[in-house]
């Protein structure tokens, strides 16, 4: 059962109730610490959410309205509350809406492991200082002790939807490097909402605690790239690079987050030039054809971004609903769900580009 969703614009805030006055400033001076060093001079619309047993609500605010109505989303009793590190252009939380690329962060889940399952947030704070920080990954801005688990971040220099494949490729050579830890794949998307510091996590009643390492640096993407991942070079500054011999995964992850951002984008771009109608084999516009292939690819890529195919699947029935005759959830559902077959296969297979080659990739649509 999909989630109930309800998007507000960036006008609607006040609809988050207020009705008791907030007692705990330091909790809200940690949730402004967070906002204002991932969204510094952020001009898009940040995504918040708060989730109970019940519901799950996101609200799109501008950096000034989310500092000062940051305290309403805290003061909600019974509910967790997650923010964007990235921003979007328009009130929807789409990977192909990214305004801004703020940061890199992963989510450690290290009490999924049976060899941490007992450790504290400390004892896993210790082991990613000395054996992870400055050696295998850089040293992060800050991290998030999420209640149970941790979330990483490191700042970089802000970045349009353009680099999104090459901060993909970095996302997931993070993810690589301390999957050992309980890193979760699903952490790294670029829309990925994470928990906000000063809230109070419901699984253990713990509030959520932000420890900074360094509020001033703010890193390159592609310094990191060129430190931590060097053969990724000559591929980002030429696009069509050949080099002889076996490519590593990062490589390939890299080669395939550009080709399938670049069709997700061009999907999307169709759609919106045909006003929501699509084409029939004799060249005209009408209501009914090609809506299946098209939810279907844009159910598959959006999978090779967000690794997590419950956002894939919201995302690809918004997109169904751009068309001017949608098809209903359920056939959407149908439809596609050989694209999560597809993707769950490349994945499996070491990220085996050949694996999908002669099936969602070679699928052409009519202009």
């Known amino acids: 059962m999909l989630a109930s969703i309800r998007n507000l614009a960036d006008d609607n805030y006040d609809n988050i109730e207020d009705e008791k006055p907030i007692i705990n400033q330091a909790k809200i001076d940690m949730d402004i610490k967070q906002i204002e060093l991932t969204h510094r001079n952020d001009d ?31 003061n909600i009793d019974d509910a967790n509350v997650y923010i964007t590190p990235n921003s979007f252009f328009k009130p929807f939380r789409k990977i192909e809406n990214i305004r801004k690329l703020n940061a890199l962060y992963l989510d450690i889940d290290f009490y999924n492991l049976e060899k941490f399952e007992n ?24 991290i998030v002790n999420t209640g149970r688990g941790a979330a990483i971040y490191w700042l970089i220099e802000p970045l349009p939807y353009r680099a999104l494949p090459l901060w993909n490729a970095v996302q997931a050579y993070f993810l690589e490097k301390l999957k050992g830890i309980g890193a979760d794949s699903k952490s790294i998307d670029s829309a990925r909402l994470m928990r906000l510091a000063g809230s ?53 992850l890299y080669i395939i987050y550009n080709l399938h951002f670049s069709r997700l984008l061009d999907l999307v771009k169709l759609q919106e030039l045909r006003q929501g109608y699509c084409r029939n084999s004799s060249g005209m516009l009408i209501e009914d054809t090609q809506r299946e292939v098209m939810c279907f690819l844009h159910r598959y890529w959006s999978n090779c971004f967000t690794f997590d195919d419950d956002k ?38 070491d990220f085996n580009i050949k694996k999908t080659k002669d099936t969602a990739l070679n699928v052409k649509l009519q202009q």
Do not use: C
């Open 119 to 142: 450790h504290t947030f400390e004892a896993i704070k210790y082991e990613l200082e000395h054996d992870y920080f400055k050696s295998v990954i850089p040293l992060p801005n800050f």
């Open 44 to 74: 898009g619309f940040i995504t918040i959410a708060v989730k109970n047993e019940d519901e799950f609500i996101q609200y799109h605010y501008k950096i000034n309205s989310l500092v000062e109505n940051i305290g309403k989303a805290l």
């Open 312 to 349: 894939a699947i919201k995302d690809t029935l918004d997109f169904n609903n751009n068309f001017v005759k949608p098809l209903n959830e359920r056939e959407v559902i149908h439809v596609t769900a050989s694209a999560n077959k597809l993707y769950n296969e490349w994945m499996l297979n």
């Open 200 to 252: 109070t996590n419901l699984k253990n009643d713990k509030a959520a605690e932000i420890i900074i390492y360094d509020d001033n640096y703010i890193n390159s993407l592609r310094e990191i790239q060129e430190e931590y991942l060097p053969t990724l070079t000559p591929y980002v500054k030429n696009p069509i690079h050949k080099a002889k011999g076996k490519k590593s995964k990062v490589i390939r």
